[in-house]
């Protein structure tokens, strides 16, 4: 290849950035703590706490392997405890990190619970509640008991079963009212026979010890007419709301009989009536099942709605959240579902409707959670989401960086393409998401403008749409809709080349399963975005050839727009000449095949052309990727390397570097000139779909089938410059070591090659002390200073020496230095100091922590199905400093030491013959023989 810049150019490291897109919520419990800061979600029979701002994973729970069916937070401690309530019937108490972990943090952290209440319920916890002053815990389970539980002291205070059904709702209402001596604490409970009861907390009877089981409620609220789902009181427990599946809201006012008790107590009219029923004062029609209410503080501030109003909000089955005026009856503000989806244009099957809306006061928002797995931040001042978060976007199939605006220096957004019609773009500082709707089917390609400011996508509904940013930069509208194809459009690729007007995307090309591509005019679009249609244009197919004789897996063009590449399961890529001319007003442009690429024994998945020198890169289901010349379009090279078919690829570095990803979840990073793997990036856990690279390559993010967007940045220069570090102080650390040698300073010379981990080091100087010729008289080891060295060694440094002993001891030819260190320490320290060594050092952490994989909880040993995770290989650094108890040093000693012993002990036998012999020889029977013949 001509024109190479140096060597140095070429990256050899990328690291996996703690922001990543990653799976945080299908479905089940959501809680958002008192400041608003974390989320805390569900996945399955795992718990994850996430960043609102950020998006980054703060911590995470993994539970007992059951599905966890409820969630609360308690304020008793500092920092606060998640509640987690599971399908085992068991009840965990896991305290929250009190601050986010460092930057760098590859992974989050795994919670370990500090108290466990097994078997809490004789059936699975549906709902739980902690009570306002975060002393007592409520919990209802599905055969209708709700236990009520003293927090701190992990014991159950009060049992009610008087529910026809399982528990639905739980509200604790611990009012402040003038004239009352004692505070009312009280628990309201909805259940799925429509009845709301209310439990008196400091009612004898029903506490656990001393009281008797069939408590009776206070009082009991009918009205309703299927299940409840939300209950909520004001502060002073005037109003209760409460609201259900039955599509209505009911309005209670639990104190108007009570004051007509106290008037006529004042009047003197006998004694005020205990136990008033609450009366019913407003029903609301709400039109949709009701799974989600709570009342707003008076001085909330909402759009549309005058101050010291009793506003309540509502959730339900048709996806919007509702704010009603609940004195007057009245609608006074709703907030639009999901983003970007048209609810006409929903499918019946598909469920976007609200599980659970949380009010959160420090940002004056409601936060709504959908079926569908999305979170929305509704912000009350504007009726308006501010945030909207994807909890799973299921398979990643293809994914682009994007830019809102011309000036920007980075690329704000990415454009996901998952199992779904809609297209996901996130931004990338805050990770909000914008869905873009209008297909009709599944999104299946992705392509760029030059400037990435526009987006192609092609769809399974034969379509391929064109967006542009719009003038706020937040989002993107289709401008262009292309129709014309029989099947699916797999691939799209838009054109490369800046005209002189500085515009891109003259020309489209999309690929179909029809076999066919067809090449699209668009030089009619608006060059910015203030001037977007109002409709999208349909642009004029200017060319149609039929190609391949199976799917067309990819497509690109070349950077001058004179060349197109394609991929097809036919085993093939194909190379054709590309005319465009756009003098005449409208485009005019034809596509003539100009070669064909064999090679690959299996479907081509994807092609790419060099930004740089005149050669295409191909990857295949035959597990390579092969580089093909565009002079004679034969193979140059074929790189071989992964272990299964081979998705993407695309160049780095200035056409010297090729960036791959497969179906074995592999990311690799190919030298083309030595066709040699530099890096394996492994972060995902199955097939890698999807690659996109940023403009200044700083920046990869891979994609696939596990809902996993990982962010790869490079880290090449980072990597380079801790590796020169090091070796300046590897280099500063010899250099001393040398010094002190000389200088006779043992004690810095051990400690430093102790610190070091420089056994080699370590043993020469032994070896040097112990076979002096000259060594000191009195002293253990031949010299008095490195006596006292080993006599007031610290307890880390003797652990580590210790294990350097065990492993010379192990060879016959380093046993005696082991064997004289050993006889020195046990020597010169008791076995009580040596004890305490090893303690102390336990107590120490390990320098490389275990993988958050491989810190499995104690329940899932064992456990049917798991997939069983790859041993991580440990380095040499790594293996001195992992911590060793005293049993495994005597195990490891003992063995060897008894063998050289017995070693020794047969040289010696072995010496009294050698004796015997040279006494015969001496004076024995040829002596005698010589004798007699010289007589």
């Known amino acids: 290849m001509n024109g190479q810049p140096s060597r140095k150019a070429l990256k050899t490291s990328f690291r996996a950035s703690p922001r990543s897109i990653r799976p945080i919520y299908t479905g089940g419990p959501v809680l958002l703590t008192k400041d608003g800061q974390w989320l805390i979600t569900t996945m399955s029979e795992e718990v994850l706490v996430t960043e609102v701002k950020t998006g980054v994973a703060i911590a995470k729970v993994r539970g007992d392997t059951t599905a966890i069916t409820s969630l609360a937070l308690s304020y008793h401690t500092e920092p606060p405890t998640l509640i987690t309530a599971h399908s085992s019937m068991t009840i965990r108490y896991y305290p929250l990190p009190s601050s986010a972990p460092p930057a760098n943090t590859p992974k989050p952290p795994l919670l370990t619970y500090s108290r466990a209440l097994s078997r809490a319920h004789s059936a699975p916890i549906l709902v739980s509640a902690v009570s306002p002053d975060s002393t007592l815990l409520a919990t209802g389970s599905s055969d209708g008991v709700v236990k009520v539980w003293d927090l701190e002291g992990g014991y159950v205070t009060h049992l009610f079963r008087a529910h026809g059904g399982p528990v639905s709702a739980l509200h604790f209402n611990f009012p402040i009212i003038e004239g009352e001596e004692r505070r009312r604490m009280e628990l309201m409970t909805g259940s799925t026979d429509a009845r709301v009861r209310i439990f008196d907390l400091r009612d004898a009877s029903a506490r656990v010890v001393g009281g008797g089981n069939a408590v009776k409620p206070k009082a009991v609220l009918e009205g309703h007419v299927s299940v409840v789902r939300g209950i909520d009181t004001t502060p002073d427990g005037k109003w209760v709301v409460t609201g259900g599946r039955d599509k209505v809201v009911l309005v209670w006012d639990m104190l108007s009989g009570e004051n007509e008790g106290r008037s006529s107590k004042k009047a003197g009219k006998g004694k005020a009536t205990s136990n008033v029923a609450p009366r019913l004062v407003q029903t609301i029609i709400a039109q949709e099942q009701i799974e989600s209410l709570g009342l707003l503080p008076i001085e909330e501030n909402v759009a549309g709605s005058s101050k010291n109003r009793l506003l309540c909000y509502t959730g339900g089955d048709s996806g919007a959240v509702r704010i009603w005026d609940i004195l007057k009856g009245k609608q006074v503000g709703t907030m639009s579902g999901v983003e970007g989806v048209d609810e006409a244009e929903v499918d019946e099957d598909e469920q976007r409707g609200v599980i659970n809306v949380i009010y ?354 490079d880290s090449t220069e980072v990597e380079q410059a801790e590796k020169n570090e090091a070796l300046v102080k590897a280099v500063q650390s010899e250099q001393d070591f040398t010094n002190y040698i000389v200088l006779k300073d043992f004690r810095r010379a051990i400690l430093l090659a102790l610190s070091m981990s420089q056994p080699g080091r370590l043993l020469h100087l032994f070896r040097t002390i112990i076979t002096s010729p000259e060594p000191a008289p009195g002293s253990m080891i031949g010299s008095i200073e490195v006596d006292e060295v080993l006599r007031t060694l610290p307890g880390l440094d003797l652990v580590r020496l210790l294990k350097f002993v065990r492993d010379w001891n192990a060879n016959a030819k380093t046993s005696p230095i082991a064997q004289a260190i050993l006889h020195a320490i046990f020597k010169l320290r008791s076995p009580e100091d040596i004890l305490a060594a090893f303690e102390s050092a336990n107590r120490i952490p390990s320098l490389t922590p275990l993988d958050e994989e491989d810190e499995a909880a104690p329940e899932e040993e064992g456990a049917g199905g798991a997939e069983e995770k790859k041993p991580k290989r440990q380095t040499k650094d790594e293996k001195i400093a992992a911590p060793i108890s005293i049993k495994e040093l005597l195990d490891g000693l003992i063995p060897y030491s008894e063998r050289h012993f017995g070693r020794v002990d047969k040289l010696v036998q072995d010496s009294y013959m050698l004796d015997y012999v040279l006494g015969e020889m001496d004076g024995g029977i040829f002596g005698g023989e010589i004798m007699d013949i010289d007589n």
Not at 538 to 554: G, Q
Not at 574 to 595: E, M, N, R, T, Y
């Open 360 to 713: 959160d006061s420090t940002t004056s928002s409601l936060v709504s959670v959908h079926a569908d797995q999305n979170i929305i931040f509704h912000s009350l001042p504007s009726l308006q989401a501010v945030r909207q978060i994807v909890g799973f976007n299921d398979e990643i199939v293809d994914s682009i960086f994007l830019n809102a605006t011309a000036s920007s220096s980075s690329h704000t957004h990415l454009a996901l393409a998952t199992n779904s019609n809609l297209i996901r773009l996130y931004s990338t500082s805050t990770f909000d998401v914008r869905l873009l709707s209008g297909h009709k089917d599944m999104v299946l390609c992705l392509d760029k403008s030059v400037d990435h400011r526009w987006l192609v996508s092609g769809s399974k509904d034969h379509t391929a749409r064109v967006w542009a940013p719009t003038q706020d930069g937040k989002s993107w509208k289709c401008i262009a809709i292309c129709e014309g194809h029989a099947e699916s459009i797999g691939a799209v690729a838009l054109s490369r080349k800046m005209d002189e007007r500085g515009k891109s995307g003259r020309f489209l090309f999309t690929a179909s399963q029809d076999r066919t591509i067809k090449m699209w005019d668009l030089t009619s679009l608006p060059l910015n975005s203030e001037v977007l249609p109002e409709e999208p244009i349909k642009p004029r197919s200017m060319a149609t050839l039929r190609v391949h004789e199976k799917d067309i897996n990819s497509l690109d063009l070349s950077p001058n727009d004179k060349f197109l590449a394609s991929g097809s399961q036919d085993k093939l890529v194909k190379i054709f000449h590309v005319d465009f001319d756009a003098s005449s007003g409208s485009g005019a442009g034809s596509l003539k095949l100009a070669g064909t690429c064999k090679g690959h024994r299996r479907g081509v998945w994807s092609v790419r052309f060099s930004r740089t020198d005149r050669v295409v890169a191909s990857a295949a289901n035959d597990k390579t990727v092969r580089l093909w010349s565009l002079d004679d379009f034969s193979c140059l090279k074929t790189f071989e390397g992964h272990t299964n078919a081979v998705l993407r690829v695309d160049f780095l570095s200035h056409g010297m570097q090729l960036i791959t990803s497969a179906r074995d979840g592999l990311v690799k990073l190919w030298n083309i000139k030595d066709e040699q793997c530099v890096k394996t990036l492994d972060n995902h856990e199955d097939q890698v779909w999807a690659l996109a690279i940023s403009s200044d390559e700083k920046t990869i993010v891979s994609a696939g089938s596990d809902s996993v967007a990982t962010f790869w940045e």
